[in-house]
């Protein structure tokens, strides 16, 4: 009886232990199918056919090989890299330049102003990047406003030459990507312990010391977020230098675009996804050096 009762027990502990679980599952696992279906299973295939070669009508021959990650050694090929990572360099320092003091001030407002001012900030990316972009390309052409409004004032004596240049696709990553670091910066500025800086002046710091010894500590979170939210896109991004470079800027993104869909080299085209990827973590890996991932919750 007590070895039949304890079977019971058991069997229903189990049952009640599925049971328990059911809300886990019903809310995480179509989630985890989706992720694994359309996200695991992609990236796995694409490291795969990195190792691969390209054959003669532009497939895939599965034979094992690793030129296509020492084909990125090739100096066009660095070139591209290098400046790649430089236009995302650049990009993120004058998004976290301009984005802190406009979330720093916006932070500063009572909590109905700052959610129109934010409501502000956001209204400009209900609309289509691409017509953002086009706008821009409207701008900055020879007969645009820009420099018929220059020539009006007679700052310039003939028409700027800057459509389809490196500065357009900086102007439209900067444009494209300027939430991704204002959104990050308010959130952990918004949650900044503001008596700690009253105590700081209160002790006769000036404002640079209280800014570097207690405002920036306390918003790291979200000035590393905005680092990874910014420089991540920016150097994948394929779109931005398509338009605003109109074929005449190279980037990683636009050459990974063009293996796949160009040249038709899906092998490269993969090693250098894989790239992109490698430096992700590898953005990633540093910030886990300084601080936890849990503090990119800001974002």
Not at 68 to 93: C, R
Not at 286 to 293: D, G, M, Q, S, V
Request: glycine content about 8%.
């Amino acid at each position: 009886m007590a070895t039949n009762k304890g079977t019971t027990l058991a069997m229903g502990g189990r049952g009640h232990g599925l049971k328990s679980k059911a809300p886990a599952m019903a809310t995480a696992g179509p989630v985890s199918i989706w992720m694994i279906l359309f996200v695991m299973l992609p990236l796995i295939y694409i490291l795969f056919i990195s190792f691969m070669t390209r054959n003669t009508f532009g497939g895939i021959d599965y034979s094992f090989t690793v030129e296509n990650y020492t084909e990125m050694l090739q100096p066009l090929y660095l070139k591209v890299i290098f400046k790649s990572l430089k236009m995302a360099f650049v990009t993120t320092v004058v998004c976290l330049l301009v984005g802190y003091p406009l979330a720093y001030w916006i932070a500063s407002k009572p909590p109905k102003l700052a959610a129109k001012l934010l409501m502000l900030v956001m209204i400009p990316y209900w609309t289509s990047s691409l017509v953002r972009l086009y706008s821009l390309n409207l701008l900055a052409m020879p007969n645009g406003f820009i420099s018929l409004a220059l020539m009006k004032l007679n700052i310039i004596d003939k028409p700027l030459d800057i459509l389809y240049s490196d500065g357009m696709v900086f102007a439209g990553l900067l444009v494209a990507l300027l939430p991704f670091s204002v959104l990050p910066l308010y959130s952990s500025i918004e949650k900044m312990d503001r008596s700690l800086i009253e105590a700081s002046k209160d002790l006769g710091a000036n404002s640079f010391v209280t800014f570097k010894n207690i405002t920036i500590p306390q918003t790291f979170p979200g000035i590393v977020g905005c680092i990874i939210l910014v420089f991540i896109p920016a150097l994948g991004m394929y779109y931005v230098p398509e338009i605003m470079g109109g074929g005449k800027v190279m980037l990683i993104g636009t050459l990974v675009k063009n293996q796949f869909l160009v040249t038709k080299n899906w092998p490269f085209g993969a090693s250098l996804a894989i790239l992109l990827i490698f430096i992700t973590l590898a953005i990633l890996w540093i910030y886990t050096r300084f601080a936890k991932l849990e503090d990119l919750e800001v974002c």
